[in-house]
């Protein structure tokens, strides 16, 4: 499964961008050149906490946001349009470092899921 993800504040650079200029076009997608599959993404994330990478395969018939953030399913956005205007991004690598800089400066707003509690209940070998 690939995921294109965009940092938040090139969201709002892009934003800004289109206010500025004002294009013809009205609509656009938006996201990174970068695609990255759901292996790459984890070791990214394990990457910027800077701890081991553990991964653990599901089978069987469970719902993948019971232990998984995102949805199943891929999407690869056509984003010329928006490279026209602005073409650099911040890094996917980056982006999560950042955001994990951010996570542990605000980890009292943030509304946990027990993704690591289901994963020992329900995958691991007892």
Do not use: S
Not at 61 to 87: A, G, H, K, S, V
């Amino acid at each position: 499964m690939k995921l294109q993800f965009l940092h938040v504040e090139d969201l709002c650079k892009f934003i800004e961008i289109v206010i500025q200029r004002q294009p013809q076009n009205r609509i656009f997608n938006v996201g990174n050149n970068e695609v990255c599959d759901i292996n790459k993404y984890v070791e990214l994330c394990y990457k910027a906490v800077g701890a081991p990478l553990e991964m653990v395969f599901v089978k069987g018939n469970f719902n993948q946001r019971d232990y998984f953030c995102f949805y199943d399913y891929e999407y690869i956005l056509d984003i010329t349009l928006q490279n026209e205007l602005m073409p650099d991004r911040i890094p996917l690598e980056e982006g999560i470092k950042r955001e994990y800089v951010w996570y542990k400066n605000n980890e009292n707003k943030i509304n946990k899921k027990k993704y690591i509690e289901f994963i020992d209940e329900n995958f691991t070998e007892k």
